[in-house]
């Protein structure tokens, strides 16, 4: 198998821009947690083991992963089961199980890769039928049920994440426009719907917390909902201060972000963008935006380079997970979307999310090791 591979394929490039959001985000997450050992230290060890792992994984035949479907879906859902039985619980959320000898983990972002496998074969398998109604609705309740398991723990944000991958996906594997055109249909009116009734206080499935974040975004200036626009402003006012080249990695100055606490205990994971902009400033936060730009274009030229949709959907999943999660997270950070927590990849402090994105960037290097050769 590995004597098989003509490693001038690999794909350095992918694997160079990994690194250089990594080192960033040790950088980062050293500030923003001053210089705290532990969270250094797990950083680091989540990148070195998550980095393993990927390179591992892009030596085994991703054909040989996707066979394990049934086993990878299974897992999915006793993982997400096992958060909702037995899982630990943290600032009204319950996301984080204990394993023996491993620690905490977040079920969820293991979840995010392993049903872009399954749904990889899923979609390989049947794509031929997949424009009938029975193939469509069976795959939406192999959707529903791990996104109803998130979304109970309650997890909007990873929920709405997991959505958009499968979306991005379907629409690869060569989903009919009637589909999408009546998907739309539905789906317009019933958002508009779904933000009056929310305005109203009628949707009962989404917690207050939530719906207080949604409706400060929609109505930023209301009294009602300062409080929960506070950290939302107060990154915007930490990214502008650090104008073009930004006041420095590890500034201890009291108007800093971080050391003023004016964004609580998120500094290090769903405001981490907010750090960037204060300390590398404008030139840093390009910088960023750039390298994940790169990644998912890398992504989605190994789709198109792709032997087989098999392939093709593990890279359009990969690019839709860190593209729309780094959109979502730098989104949040400058008051585009509401206020809700998603790690930006390779960058926020949390050892699953780490790992589980080298993962999944194994699976793409492997697709990129076994391209079709002669176009772009």
Same mark, same amino acid.
């Given at each position: 198998?590995?004597? *098989? ?11 160079? +821009?990994?690194?250089? &959001? ?8 050293? =500030?923003?947690? /001053? ?22 994984? =892009?030596?085994? *035949? +991703? ?34 199980? *204990? ?40 795959? $939406? ?10 979304? $109970?723990?309650?997890? @909007? ?18 989903? =009919? ?13 019933? /958002?508009?719907?779904?933000?009056? @009734? ?11 917390? !939530? ?30 201060? /650090?104008?073009?080249?930004?006041? #420095? @990695? ?8 971080? *050391? ?6 998120? #500094? ?11 300390? @590398? ?9 750039? &390298? ?10 190994? $789709? ?8 093709? &959907? ?8 860190? #593209?729309? !999660? ?27 999310? &780490?790992? =589980?994105?080298?993962?999944?960037? #194994? ?14």
């Amino acid at each position: 198998m590995f004597f *098989d591979y003509n490693f001038k394929y690999y794909n350095y490039r992918l694997v160079l +821009y990994m690194v250089a &959001l990594s080192v960033i985000g040790i950088l980062v997450v050293a =500030s923003a947690s /001053g210089q705290d050992s532990s969270t250094v230290t797990k950083q680091i060890i989540g990148i070195l083991v998550g980095f393993a792992l990927a390179i591992g994984l =892009s030596i085994i *035949d +991703y054909h040989r992963i996707i066979n394990l479907y049934a086993l990878d879906y299974a897992v999915c859902i006793l993982l997400l089961g096992a958060v909702l039985v037995m899982g630990h619980t943290a600032g009204g959320a319950t996301r984080w199980i *204990d394993v023996p000898g491993i620690g905490r983990i977040q079920p969820s972002e293991f979840v995010k890769i392993g049903l872009i496998v399954f749904f990889s074969w899923y979609w390989n398998k049947y794509q031929e039928k997949m424009n009938m109604p029975v193939m469509v609705g069976i795959a $939406a309740i192999l959707a529903v049920i791990p996104i109803g398991l998130i979304f $109970a723990e309650p997890n @909007l944000s990873t929920s709405l994440v997991v959505i958009v991958i499968i979306l991005c996906m379907v629409y690869t594997a060569g989903i =009919s426009y009637r589909w999408i055109g009546g998907v739309l249909a539905v789906a317009i009116p019933a /958002g508009a719907l779904f933000i009056y @009734l929310l305005t109203q206080g009628l949707i009962p499935f989404i917690h207050d917390y !939530q719906a207080r974040r949604i409706l400060a975004w929609i109505y930023p200036h209301a009294e009602q909902y300062a409080e929960n626009m506070y950290q939302q402003k107060n990154s915007i006012m930490a990214i502008s201060s /650090g104008q073009l080249q930004g006041k #420095g @990695l590890f500034n201890t100055t009291i108007a800093s972000v971080k *050391d003023g606490n004016w964004l609580g205990t998120t #500094g290090e994971t769903d405001f981490i963008f907010a750090i960037i902009g204060e300390e @590398l400033g404008f030139i840093g936060g390009v910088t960023v935006i750039v &390298l994940f730009g790169l990644i998912v274009f890398e992504c989605l030229r190994l $789709a198109y380079k792709s032997r087989d949709m098999a392939g093709r &959907l593990i890279c359009t999943g990969m690019a839709a997970l860190i #593209g729309f !999660q780094a959109f979502a997270n730098i989104a949040v950070a400058t008051q585009i979307f509401p206020n809700t927590g998603l790690p930006l990849p390779f960058i926020s402090s949390g050892v699953s999310s &780490l790992i =589980s994105i080298f993962i999944g960037m #194994g699976l793409v290097l492997n697709v990129g090791l076994q391209r079709k050769i002669g176009n772009y």
